[in-house]
């Protein structure tokens, strides 16, 4: 509706900054989803699990090559999966489905470790398509098996995998607590 209210209202000048102005918040934000996704991708992934200890130089040529790899996949994406603004909706909301319990109860069940959240990230977008394409199953029951199968997951994962060190969990309790985040916190309830 804004375009034709654009082009039915606007006198010319203002119609062509409206456009930029568009343009602009559309290039915005594409810009910080591909960084966004890029400092996922290596801060939180590559930097702690595939090579920790490289110089600068090295994090910089990987997330270049990240932005490119992200940019390709979603233009891959955008062009045979999603073709349709209803259809980018349920391909959200079901790569999100499951994810909610592990990030909320990992602040209160410490058992919880980076591969928990990660596997809860993965499941869903191997999850979705089986049982919407492997299956039959129509949106929005396709959020179903989408969250059940990501919450057995994350949960078998958190078990399978080491927990984080109880010292790094200290220092991160007492970090917030410096910084005034929390109140006073019980950390023996917080544990394990």
């Avoid at 959240?117 to 919407?132: D, F, G, H, K």
């Avoid at 220092?171 to 023996?188: D, H, Q």
Wanted: aromatic fraction near 14%; charged fraction near 10%.
């Amino acid at each position: 509706m804004y375009p034709k209210l654009m082009v039915r209202y606007l006198p010319q000048g203002l119609l062509g900054l409206l456009i930029a102005v568009f343009l602009a918040a559309y290039m915005s934000t594409i810009s910080s989803q591909l960084n966004w996704g890029t400092s996922y991708i290596i801060n939180d992934f590559y930097r702690r699990f595939i090579k920790q200890s490289a110089d600068e130089k090295h994090y910089v040529m990987i997330s270049r090559v990240a932005v490119i790899v992200i940019t390709i996949f979603s233009l891959i994406l955008t062009k045979y999966v999603l073709t349709t603004i209803s259809g980018a909706w349920e391909f959200i909301i079901n790569a999100s489905a499951g994810m909610g319990a592990v990030l909320i109860l990992r602040w209160y069940w410490w058992r919880i470790n980076a591969w928990s959240e990660i596997s809860a990230m993965i499941a869903p977008l191997i999850i979705y398509p089986i049982a919407r394409y492997g299956f039959g199953i129509e949106p929005p029951i396709t959020l179903y098996p989408t969250v059940l199968g990501t919450t057995i997951i994350w949960i078998v994962v958190t078990y399978i995998t080491k927990p984080t060190n109880e010292n790094t969990l200290l220092e991160f309790i007492k970090e917030l607590t410096r910084a005034g985040l929390v109140g006073n916190v019980s950390l023996t309830n917080c544990l394990r």
